[in-house]
């Protein structure tokens, strides 16, 4: 995120959520409709970490990069140049 977005003029993002849904896996109960994934920030004083809520969210191995990257975004975190 954009820091001159979260900060502009004295006012603070606290938190967010957003909710993700998409299909089904093929191990999954033939009943269910879809899969939901919840991601929302909180912050205790220490600044926002991330939160996840979900009964079921299946991710392909080549993806899960992909989804950290995105988490981060969410969240704000600033990527270290530095990781391998």
């Known amino acids: 995120m954009n820091d001159e977005l979260i900060y502009t003029k004295g006012v603070e993002i606290a938190e967010t959520e957003f909710t993700f849904s998409q299909d089904v896996d093929s191990c999954q109960d033939s009943n269910d409709m879809c899969q939901i994934l919840k991601v929302f920030t909180q912050d205790a004083g220490g600044g926002s970490y991330i939160c996840i809520k979900t009964?079921?969210?299946a991710i392909d191995t080549e993806?899960?990069?992909?989804?950290?990257?995105?988490?981060?975004k969410?969240?704000?975190m600033p990527k270290d140049e530095n990781a391998n």
């Open 55 to 57: 009964d079921r969210w």
């Open 63 to 72: 993806d899960i990069d992909k989804f950290a990257e995105m988490l981060k």
């Open 74 to 76: 969410i969240v704000g």
